[in-house]
């Protein structure tokens, strides 16, 4: 038996803001951002994530470790399902876990998360929808579309809903993105929302 090789792989990152499904996590501040992840030839991977976080008026670190097994089926469609952990190391009780799973075409991509209490608080389940579409060799078109719902008593009233549409070119190992974004039926008084105009640059390594 012939074992099976693994990757590992990382991307640094600075970001004009760190906005998370539409709400800002970084106060409106640029972030600096890192990525690494371990994959292996038969489909299971593992990653970690790590970028400052403000919550209310404290700035603190936050991070991020998943897992999972990724696969493609015989209709051409890849699948993904796994688990995530986010923590932040001051304000604990913010925590929470995550599970996944999605299908994806070449272009485009469908995932359902679901955790059991997002930021510590209620259920919820999020609908992630990705796209893209290569206008020339290095330039594309991205959209994303999200759409959070919270199970429990003191739900909204609404599905919050989080757009995106940017542009994305690469140059080697470098990406660099812009874009616009906005945030739907937003609860009056909660998160701070994202700013409208978002970029981002990045070395993959």
């Known amino acids: 038996m012939v074992p099976a090789c693994a990757q590992t792989s990382g991307n640094l990152q600075l970001v004009s803001e760190y906005a998370v499904r539409g709400i800002s996590l970084s106060a409106g501040h640029p972030a600096v951002q890192l990525r ?7 489909g299971w991977y ?3 994530f790590a970028s400052p976080a403000t919550l209310g008026e404290r700035s603190q670190a936050q991070l991020i470790f998943y897992g999972g097994r990724a696969g493609r ?16 190391l001051r304000d604990r009780g913010y925590d929470y876990t995550e599970f996944h ?6 272009r485009a991509s469908v995932r359902l998360f679901l955790s059991p209490a ?3 608080e209620e259920r919820t389940a999020y609908l992630d929808l990705n796209a ?6 290095r330039l594309r078109l991205t959209f994303h579309a999200g ?6 008593a003191y739900a909204g009233p609404r599905d919050r809903t989080d757009l995106r549409i940017g542009l ?6 470098c990406t660099v993105q812009v874009g616009w974004q906005t945030l739907l039926h937003a609860e009056h008084g909660g998160p701070p929302r994202a700013r409208a105009l978002t970029g981002s640059a990045g070395i993959r390594f």
Do not use: E, N, Q
């Not at 893209?132 to 060799?137: R, V």
């Open 147 to 152: 759409v959070l719902h919270t199970f429990g």
């Open 132 to 137: 893209f579409h290569p206008l020339d060799d």
């Open 36 to 42: 690494i992840d371990h994959d292996l030839d038969d």
């Open 73 to 88: 089926l015989a209709s051409g469609l890849s699948w993904d399902a796994g688990i995530s952990r986010t923590a932040f």
């Open 46 to 48: 593992a990653g970690g």
């Open 118 to 120: 997002y930021y510590g």
């Open 168 to 173: 994305a070119s690469t140059f080697g190992d």
């Open 101 to 106: 799973a999605g299908l994806a075409l070449d």
